[in-house]
Every structure is written in structure tokens, then in C-alpha cells.
């Protein structure tokens, strides 16, 4: 089988194109060429695909092979790829996900795409729809206690569930330690993301996330999106204007509307290709 490695602001992803190579197993073999010790390594593998009601459809796998509904960085991703391949002569794209259709606007300059901004949908904050067990119709600014220390969250789905907690700092704190109580709190029935912002501005914010099945990574599309939607949310952010949240692997850029709707902008880049035997 043939692979392309990619990364979006440095969450990587193992891409198949499954028009040509056929994959029964996602789950094992994402597991399996997710370790970065003995196997090609990435946050996951995702799957270029066929579909009846768009333009292509993406399933992702987690590196413990669990499938997630959405991932912006593996969106923007298949948008370079399916244009730079040939798959499409199309500058936008529709992409099926299990949150829905997504639209994918490319910016191409001389044949290859620059960036792509990615119509992510509207941020949901009804608590039963992320889901989140509260006996609060939406979760803003709550206080929960992980680890002995109490946090205020506010929680959204982008499709996925996210907790955003904004902290004073985020470069010492031991997510591989609180990450995974966050994930696994008996509030979260389908585990949750958790992003962790500081504020340096009303527009801009410094992120570093946890995400459900796969720890700690560079990037999270959906996350960036999140902890813009909660920061205006909390009054932190103004909607409609422009928000760059600095991950570790590099910046995206959020737009929030009145009415929650989520515009995400960045890059995208191929690393190498290969084969497995």
C-alpha cells in the first residue's frame, strides 16, 4: 500500500487514497503505523475516500485506533492533496465527515495551494449535544477539580467534544499527567479533547491540547476552533474578527461569527511518501 505523510501546523496524519489502495482493517493498522519508534509515526491515519453526497469523504483513525468524527488539520490536508494529485481540478472542495459536509476553500498560487480555509459549521454548546453530563443546559466557565486543582471550562462540540480551560500559562503544565484525567472524567461520556489557552490578546491565544486517543499533540484544527468559539463565548474575543491561536506546531487562524459559525485558515504540507509491504 501506498502512503502520504502530511502535517497541518505539525499534527501529522498517514493519508491513503482509497480510491486506489483498499484498507479492511483502519482500526489495527492505525494503531500499528501510528508508533513512531517502530512504524512510520503520526497522530493517526486518515482515509481519502469515495462518496455519494460530496466531493471526497475522510475517515480519521486515532493512534489508538479509535475513529474520529472530525479533524480540521487532516481536513485542510485532503484539500491540498486531492487538488496537487489531480484528483480534482476543483479550488472548492465539499468533504463528507462524520460532523457533516464540510466546504474547503484552497488558495492556489501557480498549481500548488498556499493555504485552506476550512467552513468548519457552527460551535455547539448544548451540554446533551457534545455530550457533556451536567445538570446545566450549557457548560461556560464551570468550575471542575482534576488532579486536586480546580479549573473553570467551558465546553463545545465542532463536532467532536472539546473542554476549554483557560490558564495563566500553558509551557509547564504536565499534560501527560492532567491530560488524560480530563479525557476520562466521568463528565465526558465519549471522552473529550481538552485545549489549554492563555490569553495574550483579544486576538490572539496560546494553545496546547490534549486529544482523546492520541495524547498530547502538536496541532488540533478543531480544538483551535473551539477555544476561539469559547473565548467569545466569555467575552475574551470579539465575533467576526480574526483570531491566530499559536499551537505548537505552528498558527491557525479563527473566525467566530454573531451566530457561532467557524472559518479556519492555515497550511498544509506534505512530508515524504512510501510504501508498506
Known amino acids: 500500500m501506498k502512503f ?6 505539525g499534527n501529522d496524519y498517514i493519508y491513503f487514497n482509497c480510491f486506489e489502495e483498499k484498507i479492511d482493517d483502519p482500526e489495527a493498522l492505525s494503531i500499528k503505523l501510528s508508533d513512531r519508534h517502530f512504524s512510520v509515526g503520526g497522530d493517526g ?14 475517515r480519521m483513525f486515532n493512534t489508538d485506533g479509535s475513529e474520529g468524527k472530525m479533524c480540521g488539520n487532516a481536513s485542510r490536508c485532503i484539500g491540498k492533496y486531492v487538488y496537487e494529485k489531480g484528483l480534482t481540478d476543483k479550488t472548492t472542495v465539499t468533504l463528507e465527515t462524520l460532523a457533516g ?14 493555504s485552506v480555509c476550512v467552513d468548519m459549521g457552527k460551535a455547539e454548546f448544548k451540554a446533551s449535544l457534545i455530550p457533556v453530563i451536567s445538570d446545566k443546559d450549557e457548560v461556560i466557565d464551570e468550575p471542575l477539580e482534576i488532579g ?3 479549573y473553570h471550562v467551558t465546553c463545545v462540540s465542532m463536532g467532536n467534544p472539546h473542554c476549554v480551560t483557560f490558564v495563566d500559562e500553558v509551557k509547564s503544565l504536565e499534560l501527560t499527567k492532567i ?8 463528565m465526558f461520556p465519549e471522552r473529550v479533547n481538552t485545549e489549554f489557552i492563555r490569553v ?6 496560546e494553545m496546547r491540547v490534549w486529544e482523546r486517543g492520541s495524547g498530547e499533540t502538536l496541532a488540533c484544527g478543531t480544538g483551535a476552533c473551539a477555544s476561539v468559539a469559547a473565548a467569545v463565548k466569555n ?14 506546531g505552528g498558527d491557525l487562524f479563527i473566525t467566530c461569527s454573531e451566530d457561532y459559525d467557524i472559518k479556519m485558515r492555515g497550511g498544509a504540507e506534505f512530508a515524504f511518501e512510501g510504501s508498506i509491504g
Open 148 to 150: 486536586g486543582k480546580e
Open 179 to 186: 491530560g488524560v484525567l480530563f479525557e476520562n472524567h466521568k
Open 4 to 9: 502520504t505523510k502530511m502535517h497541518g501546523a
Open 200 to 205: 495574550t490578546d483579544s486576538h490572539t491565544l
Open 235 to 248: 467575552g475574551i474575543c470579539k465575533a467576526g474578527e480574526e483570531v491566530t491561536v499559536k499551537l505548537l
Open 45 to 58: 491515519i486518515v482515509l481519502i475516500m469515495p462518496s455519494e453526497v460530496a466531493d471526497f469523504r475522510m
Open 101 to 114: 459536509i464540510k466546504t474547503l476553500n484552497l488558495d492556489v498560487r501557480d498549481g500548488k495551494v498556499q
